[in-house]
């Protein structure tokens, strides 16, 4: 299994590009970015959170991958 820094250089490599840009910026967009309204369910919060939680994961792992 590779290690971290090396899986996270895979990140950064694959998020480089124009189209890897497009793509976490549309992720972003679609869970970071997004709010509910105060009449969302516990189960639409908790998927949310866990979208984010990935979302912010790979933009660490690009930035990591950047500076290693």
């Not at 590779?2 to 972003?28: K, Q």
């Not at 866990?50 to 994961?57: E, I, K, M, S």
């Not at 933009?59 to 991958?65: A, C, D, L, S, V």
């Amino acid at each position: 299994m590779p290690d971290n820094n090396s899986v996270a250089h895979e990140y950064a490599r694959t998020f480089a590009n124009p189209s890897g840009r497009a793509v976490i910026a549309h992720l972003r967009t679609m869970t970071v970015e997004r709010w509910l309204g105060p009449d969302a369910g516990d189960a639409q919060l908790r998927m949310l959170e866990g979208q984010r939680a990935l979302v912010h994961h790979i933009e660490q792992m690009i930035t990591r991958g950047q500076t290693t």
